[in-house]
């Protein structure tokens, strides 16, 4: 027994826990820098409740104090990335160029991708993904996915991507109006190396009442439903799930104001540029062995020695 009682060696176990929890590695993040978008999908759990969009020095060093503190994938989603081409592409080439990131993401709806972007901005881009959530355009219509060219635009995206050596990935959004399609066919012709389905998710304050600027609740399917889908698609090697489960806790998400989201979206941690990643990440619940167990992590750098092709067919995904 030592002079603590006997409690010595439970409260430097304690300690190590707590220096554990204060450097946890925030190696996947999500940096939704705008919630401006030209969609008006009914589900959406990040909307258009302020039109801040932080300077690029801002975001430049936000981003550099997350690369020190291990980041190594980004993803930039919205809103919609591309309403803000200069900015975007700035962004891209300072995470490739400077911070040297292994990988770069972006989420779009696709109605904004050109090829003249893709074609000055395409290397600094590991993988480019377009929400699609139905091979029906009526369906698409319906959800507020565009005004009946979504599908066409997600093929030609597609496209580019194989001819600046892009990896392309499909994002679904599984809900009531599209858990019993049949996506099988037209997914494989489009042949991304992920097809992202997640289940429909209600969150507070965004989706989830006639006050909020989103009501998801017409949308929403039950655990069995989502199931159907899944069993009916699964079979597909790219085909990754995430129920709701699997993803309330996984996701690193930063703000337009580089603040993390905690857990319900809803409350914030204080801005990075304030506080600190450490300190921010203490302010939020974000559950890294979920994150392993949705996968993810995974082969996310382009390899570089496919130009003009999306290699998928190269790798083992």
């Not at 959406?44 to 975001?59: D, G, I, N």
């Not at 590991?126 to 599908?151: M, P, Q, W, Y």
């Not at 190396?193 to 989830?208: A, P």
Request: contains cysteine; negative net charge.
């Amino acid at each position: 027994m030592d002079e603590s009682g006997g409690k010595g060696e439970s409260s430097t176990v304690g300690r190590k826990k707590l220096q554990i929890r204060r450097h946890r590695i925030p190696l996947s993040v999500n940096y939704h820098f705008s919630r401006k978008c030209n969609y008006e999908c009914g589900f959406c759990f990040h909307t258009a409740k302020t039109s801040h969009v932080a300077s690029l020095e801002e975001a430049k060093r936000g981003l550099t104090l997350l690369k020190e503190a291990g980041m190594k994938k980004l993803n930039f989603a919205g809103g919609e990335p591309f309403l803000y081409p200069k900015l975007l592409g700035k962004m891209l080439q300072f995470c490739k160029e400077e911070l040297k990131l292994d990988s770069v993401s972006i989420v779009t709806n696709g109605s904004h991708v050109t090829e003249k972007f893709l074609r000055e901005h395409g290397k600094y881009i590991d993988i480019l993904a377009v929400s699609c959530d139905s091979f029906n355009e009526d369906t698409n219509v319906f959800i507020g996915r565009g005004k009946g060219t979504h599908i066409q635009k997600t093929g030609e995206i597609s496209q580019l991507c194989q001819q600046y050596g892009i990896m392309f990935k499909v994002n679904t959004v599984v809900n009531r109006f599209n858990f019993k399609e049949d996506m099988n066919e037209s997914i494989q012709q489009l042949n991304p190396f992920r097809w992202k389905c997640f289940q429909v998710l209600v969150v507070e304050g965004e989706n989830n009442s006639p006050s909020s600027l989103r009501d998801a609740s017409s949308f929403l399917i039950t655990d069995a439903e989502f199931r159907e889908f899944c069993d009916k698609h699964s079979h597909n090697s790219f085909f990754v799930p995430e129920s709701n489960a699997l993803m309330k806790t996984s996701y690193l998400i930063l703000d337009e104001y580089l603040r993390f989201l905690d857990k319900d979206s809803y409350t914030t941690s204080r801005s990075i540029l304030d506080v600190g990643v450490q300190a921010a990440l203490e302010e939020v619940v974000w559950d890294e062995e979920s994150f392993v167990a949705r996968g993810g992590i995974y082969d996310w750098t382009k390899p570089k020695e496919t130009p003009g092709s999306c290699g998928a067919e190269d790798l083992d995904w």
